[in-house]
């Protein structure tokens, strides 16, 4: 199986603040990666796929860089509704996920 | 607006099967342009494919799950079901169905998901 590390676990940041997060692939990838973002009791939504596509209805505040083993997620400006856990998920071999990306309110 | 809602028991004993259906409504699941799966997530852990199934019947699993996963489709009724044999209190999890593209082969509609339980 393809592993995927996730960094950081968890973060804290302000509203308006950029973050960024890191996902590393134990293998390369090319550029078959997707980002999904996870609020508390609700399935986790698409965000952007082939590592920097964003999916329709995405604010152009979410963009994804990388290919092969190393991955970002950038939030440019922080909105309220972004507090959210972040998971990456590789689609060259079968499916698989990152341990997630916390992200709090500082 | 595509929709997906899965059901079933939300408790199971240790070693019996999981069995869970997922309906679709606002699409065909007979679309050549969509696979159907499932995926879990244990609480407050991250989240596991399960396996996927096309319109035609052909299944992939996932490799550490494959000796104990079942999934079918019935096009007949616009739904896909999950069988998870043998389960354990591991297999206690938010089990979530969703529409993978054949095109971007990303997950891009997700069910509300079912908690289920395993445990005497």
């Known amino acids: 199986a393809i592993r995927m590390t996730q960094s950081p676990s968890s973060l804290s940041a302000s509203t308006g603040d950029r973050v960024t997060i890191t996902c590393r692939a134990s293998?390369?990838?090319?550029?078959?990666l997707a980002w999904y973002q996870q609020k508390p009791g609700k399935a986790p939504k698409l965000l952007i796929y082939?590592?920097?596509t964003l999916q329709s209805g995405v604010p152009s505040r979410f963009s994804g860089s990388g290919s092969g083993t190393d991955f970002t997620l950038t939030i440019s400006c922080l909105q309220s509704e972004d507090f959210a856990t972040y998971y990456c998920?590789?689609?060259?071999?079968?499916?698989?996920f990152g341990q997630g990306t916390r992200l709090e309110i500082k | 607006q595509l929709q997906l809602q899965e059901s079933g028991p939300g408790l199971v004993k240790p070693s019996e099967t999981l069995s869970l259906t997922c309906t679709v409504s606002?699409?065909?699941?007979?679309?050549?342009?969509?696979?159907w799966g499932w995926i879990r997530q244990p609480p407050g852990k991250g989240l596991e494919w399960i396996g996927s199934?096309?319109?035609?019947?052909?299944?992939y699993y996932n490799p550490s799950l494959k000796s104990r996963v079942t999934i079918s489709v019935d096009t007949s009724k616009n739904q896909f079901s999950l069988k998870l044999s043998s389960v354990t209190a591991a297999d206690t999890a938010v089990y979530y169905c969703?529409?993978?593209?054949?095109?971007?082969?990303?997950?891009?509609?997700w069910g509300q998901g079912t908690l289920v339980t395993v445990s005497s």
């Open positions: 969703a529409r993978r593209t054949t095109v971007t082969t990303v997950f891009d509609y």
């Open positions: 606002g699409g065909s699941i007979s679309s050549s342009s969509y696979y």
């Open positions: 199934i096309y319109y035609s019947g052909s299944t």
């Open positions: 293998q390369g990838i090319s550029s078959y």
């Open positions: 082939a590592a920097s």
């Open positions: 998920q590789q689609y060259y071999s079968y499916p698989t």
